[in-house]
């Protein structure tokens, strides 16, 4: 597991209070286009499910869910995950640039 309190991330923002299911997936793959491979994206939700949510979908399209962090707002937490570099990944670009 890394070192989350000293990574610094290529990429942050913040996707407020929504679930994977509610935009926060498509908002994800957006901002994971300007992170370079293998660098890291920080992502801050107050949604709770999005702990549950995130690892899974990660896996699924070929990241690395490093973990998480509680964020500086009630209920907020900071999660870090680190661009894959394999064929998942490269069929998730392609098709949210087709999008």
């Not at 923002?13 to 997936?25: A, I, M, N, R, W």
Request: aromatic share 6%; hydrophobic share 40%; charged share 25%.
């Amino acid at each position: 597991m890394a070192d989350l309190e000293n990574l610094r991330p290529d990429q942050v923002f913040d996707g407020g209070d929504l679930d994977c299911g509610s935009g926060l997936v498509l908002l994800i793959r957006e901002h994971m286009l300007a992170v370079p491979d293998g660098g890291v994206l920080e992502m801050r939700s107050v949604e709770v499910t999005v702990a549950d949510d995130l690892p899974p979908w990660c896996r699924m399209v070929g990241h690395e869910y490093l973990g998480a962090l509680p964020g500086d707002l009630p209920r907020q937490q900071r999660f870090f995950v680190r661009k894959g570099t394999g064929e998942a990944v490269q069929a998730e670009a392609q098709a949210l640039q087709a999008d």
